[in-house]
């Protein structure tokens, strides 16, 4: 049986599959404009939203997989406040940042699975970017979620960690579809009650007004220390450190006779520089959760303006000469 998604911001979207509520697997393909047209999401928090059972539709991701302890413990928690969606990858993809494997391969295999009552759980063979694209402009495309949470990971990601971070990609893109969304990272898996602390304590989170007042366009970026929960300092708001380690790239080995290839990796990085004491990574090393607020829209809006009352700076374009 071929199903066919209909939507005004999917063009050409198709389900191949017997049936959505019985099949394992299915296969999904995408339009490649699937990112335009992001706005109409923005009316997903209208005055209902004020409601003290807000969020009533929670979107959970990750980038390590959807069999990580960490997403089942923030699924299972918020299954009990609100209908809870599950759409991650089938694989650690951590690093990926906001990429979007659907752009060149069209297609994208999904199967369904169980995480427990109250959850609808899909697990994506693709990336945190594409399950939240498959999700948003796919499976809800009809009823949106109020929130996206993403993690929990397994390491921190501070200072500009941020541009690699899969769990803050994913909630990059939420954000720029126009749902609001929390990026959590750090866990002390060496600890057993860790997960379900942290999950608790983002549930409680969430329904802070810090949360609820999010609107399109905003998310944010929640970092745990990685000790045992009761050892944390507190909670702190924070801006982001600078770059906290001067990667290098350096050679390991040059191409074998006769070919061009040389193989380059990771260098021990050199020391960190001294870091800002209000800065997240210097709260984090204190032992403190930190925020950290985050846009989705990169715009410089004080270099626009001021291009905008000076368009004599930009070079003038000229009609290449033609050859005689």
Not at 10 to 38: E, P, W
Not at 111 to 128: F, H, K
Not at 219 to 227: A, C, E
Not at 299 to 305: C, G, T
Request: proline share 6%.
């Amino acid at each position: 049986m071929t199903c066919t998604w209909r939507s005004s911001d999917i063009k050409g979207c198709c389900m191949t599959t017997r049936s959505l509520a019985h099949s394992s697997i299915l296969v999904l393909v995408l339009a490649a404009s699937v990112l335009s047209a992001g706005s109409r999401y923005v009316l997903a928090r209208t005055s209902d939203s004020h409601a003290k059972d807000w969020p009533r539709t929670v979107l959970v991701t990750n980038d390590d997989g959807i069999d990580h302890q960490g997403l089942i413990a923030f699924a299972r928690a918020f299954s009990r406040e609100a209908e809870t969606y599950v759409v991650a990858p089938l694989q650690d993809c951590s690093g990926s940042a906001d990429y979007v494997s659907v752009y060149s391969k069209h297609v994208l295999r999904v199967q369904e699975r169980d995480l427990g009552p109250g959850i609808t759980a899909y697990g994506v063979d693709g990336y945190p970017g594409d399950c939240i694209l498959l999700a948003l402009r796919g499976l809800m495309d009809d009823h949106p979620p109020d929130l996206v949470v993403s993690g929990i990971n397994g390491g921190p990601n501070l200072g500009f960690d941020w541009l690699a971070s899969g769990t803050i990609g994913a909630a990059r893109i939420a954000a720029a579809l126009g749902v609001p969304a929390i990026a959590v990272s750090g866990l002390d898996e060496s600890t057993p009650e860790a997960a379900a602390a942290a999950a608790d304590w983002i549930v409680r989170l969430v329904h802070s007004k810090l949360v609820h007042d999010l609107r399109a366009g905003q998310y944010l970026t929640v970092s745990l220390p990685r000790t045992p929960p009761s050892e944390f300092k507190g909670v702190r708001v924070a801006e982001r450190a600078g770059l906290l380690l001067d990667l290098r790239l350096g050679s390991v080995s040059e191409g074998a006779p006769g070919e061009s290839m040389a193989m380059w990796a990771l260098q021990r990085p050199r020391p960190i520089p001294p870091l800002q004491s209000t800065s997240d990574a210097a709260l984090y090393q204190e032992g403190y959760v930190v925020i950290v607020p985050m846009r989705a829209d990169e715009h410089d809006r004080e270099l626009l303006s001021r291009l905008l009352r000076q368009p004599e700076t930009l070079s003038e374009w000229l009609e290449p000469a033609r050859e005689e």
